[in-house]
């Protein structure tokens, strides 16, 4: 039977990509030899690396305006550390959103002061907090796009007077944004463009070099901008994989086109939450909503064994909630059809029947 993955991370990638992936697994390029296996810096997998980089430019509308895109290790978690390693000299503002801002944070200060520009902590993070006023003279100002754990999701971004840095891990690709607005983004591959492993990092050239520390050369952006994203050995597979499933992205139209699916997605499921009376969703305003991750909880608990079981039954997986949270988190990452939603929808449906 077909699953419907709605994984949090590593999540649903294309069918088409995982058939690609599988092929150069045994036999990549028709080399006779697997991805698995070349040399990072043999002609072919460099090709795929300017492929890659290439591709990310594009989906954002960033080429030829200063960025580069590189492919780094250690996840969203290591540019924790990175983005204030090479940016912040003095203060940094940060958005508190999450958890993975909360992390965020935590490293920041390890390096300078960091102002809290607003927070959503108090409530769990059940929020996106509005009309936050920017300090002036901040090194940058650091926000996450889309919390996975709670299922918020920004829909305006501050004007700062400073780079302003996102972390886009879990909505990547997924939505038209104006991309050239940001100084620096970064995003784990393994919640909506690849597999774990590699980290795409999209930073403009003009706001590195700015700071006094001297900067390890593992962890300095200049260095891997350098020797284009081979400062020590990639990951090949990963980085081979997100590029196939960037070249899939523009197969099915782009951005754009990727966006008008997910919003169907999201309001098919979200038209359900709120019309079904066993059914709540944890996010406080509708607006804030995350089309990425939606978070919801039965209202009567004694229901969680009948709805789990009907869940599986119907092939659903992966929709268990994050501990912090509790309840349910459907994960509705690009490579998730329209049809996988509406199986959880006929699902909550039949869980109201039977009652």
């Not at 509308?61 to 390693?85: D, P, T």
């Not at 983004?185 to 590699?198: E, R, S």
């Not at 209202?299 to 909630?321: P, Q, R, S, Y």
Request: one cysteine or more; hydrophobic letters at 40%.
């Amino acid at each position: 039977m077909k699953k419907h993955n709605f994984s949090a991370g590593p999540c649903i990638l294309p069918q088409s990509v995982f058939e690609k992936a599988s092929q150069a697994v045994l036999n990549f390029n028709e080399l006779n030899l697997s991805i698995l296996e070349i040399s990072h810096r043999s002609k072919p997998f460099v090709a795929v690396m300017e492929r890659a980089q290439e591709l990310a430019l594009e989906h954002l509308g960033l080429q030829n305006k200063g960025y580069k895109a590189l492919f780094l290790q250690g996840g969203a978690s290591m540019e924790f550390l990175m983005v204030a390693y090479n940016l912040l000299e003095t203060k940094a503002g940060y958005y508190n959103t999450g958890t993975w801002s909360d992390k965020a944070i935590k490293e920041a200060k390890l390096f300078g002061e960091v102002e809290i520009l607003a927070s959503s902590k108090e409530a769990n993070f059940n929020y996106i907090p509005k009309n936050v006023t920017i300090s002036s003279g901040l090194d940058y100002v650091h926000c996450t796009s889309n919390n996975t754990i709670f299922g918020t999701q920004m829909n305006e971004f501050p004007e700062t007077d400073c780079p302003l840095i996102c972390d886009m891990s879990s909505d990547i690709f997924s939505r038209v944004l104006d991309f050239s607005k940001f100084d620096l983004i970064y995003a784990g591959a393994q919640k909506n463009m690849g597999p774990a492993g590699t980290t795409l990092v999209v930073v403009k050239e003009e706001i590195l070099g700015k700071v006094t520390r001297q900067i390890p050369s593992m962890l300095d952006y200049k260095v891997h901008i350098s020797k284009d994203s081979m400062f020590n050995t990639p990951a090949v597979f990963p980085i081979y994989v997100s590029m196939l499933t960037m070249e899939w992205l523009k197969e099915q139209g782009g951005v754009a086109a990727i966006e008008k699916i997910n919003n169907k997605k999201a309001e098919i499921l979200y038209t359900e939450i709120d019309r079904n009376p066993l059914f709540n969703g944890f996010v406080a305003n509708k607006e804030d909503r995350s089309k990425m991750n939606a978070t919801f909880v039965l209202t009567n608990d004694a229901l969680k064994e009948t709805f789990d079981t009907m869940c599986a039954k119907a092939g659903i997986n992966g929709l268990n909630g994050h501990r912090s949270v509790g309840g349910y988190r459907a994960s509705m990452y690009n490579a998730l059809s329209v049809e996988s939603v509406q199986v959880l929808v006929d699902v909550m449906k039949e869980l109201e029947k039977v009652a």
